[in-house]
């Protein structure tokens, strides 16, 4: 069973920055996109960035010119690089793959527990 655990959350002032680190772990074959989504509170589920394997990204018009999403093939890894940060980034940031290729089969819509993001004076 593959696993997605996020790390690099935290607080951070207006204007701050902070880099989010998600790794995929199990026997991985390959992996096909590879995503981050946001959920603050009262509010529905977002997509904030996503990255195919090929490369290819795409970007919530509320985070273009200030997120970076990133990801190492070869660490089954992938990124969130986010700067100048603001109050209304505060959320739950959620690693995502929509489609893992494992030794046991094929999973989809696979999702990390989630890391707080709180950006606050």
Excluded: H
């Amino acid at each position: 069973q593959v696993q997605l655990v996020e790390s690099g959350g935290g607080l951070v002032q207006p204007g701050g920055s902070l880099r989010l680190s998600c790794a995929a772990s199990g026997r991985i074959f390959s992996i096909y996109t590879m995503g981050w989504y946001r959920q603050a509170p009262g509010k529905e589920r977002e997509l904030v960035a996503s990255i195919t394997s090929g490369g290819t990204t795409n970007y919530a018009d509320s985070v273009k010119g200030r997120f970076t999403i990133s990801r190492d093939n070869t660490k089954n890894m992938v990124y969130l690089q986010m700067n100048s940060l603001k109050r209304e980034d505060t959320a739950v940031y959620y690693c995502n793959v929509d489609r893992i290729v494992t030794g046991g089969g094929v999973q989809y819509a696979v999702w990390g527990q989630g890391t707080q993001v709180t950006v606050s004076s």
